[in-house]
């Protein structure tokens, strides 16, 4: 599934749109980046509250194919533009990590 149909599916509201055909294959619920960092696998969904630059740093290093900002969590504009230079999808839900997790975790 690509970003694009998930995000479709699951009524995401994009943040930063970089490669909406970028394929989707696992997920990953996790706040601290260190953790992250070490556990996120390449194409996941990566799901979290965390909205500073460090996020777009831990995307780009662990590859993941999205971000979902649970809880209704968005980023400043800043950091917005630092996800477009870079490249990282980017969606917010008002949903809770786990409540958006089971739901990714249902589509794939």
């Known amino acids: ?3 694009q149909e998930l995000a479709e599916r699951l ?6 749109v970089a490669e909406p ?3 989707v294959e696992g997920g990953y619920i996790g706040d601290l980046l ?3 960092m070490g556990n996120a696998q390449s194409g996941d969904a990566w799901i979290t509250i965390m909205s500073n630059d460090n996020v777009v740093a831990v995307a780009v290093l662990t590859d993941v194919a999205l971000v ?4 209704g969590v968005t980023l400043d ?5 630092l996800a477009e230079k870079k490249g ?5 839900t008002p949903l809770s990590s786990f409540a958006i997790g089971a739901k990714v975790a249902a589509l794939l």
């Open 1 to 3: 599934m690509t970003v």
């Open 11 to 16: 009524s995401l509201t994009p943040i930063c």
């Open 21 to 23: 055909d970028r394929e």
């Open 34 to 36: 260190s953790w992250v």
């Open 68 to 71: 979902i900002l649970s809880e």
């Open 77 to 81: 504009e800043r950091v917005r533009g």
């Open 88 to 92: 990282v999808n980017i969606y917010t």
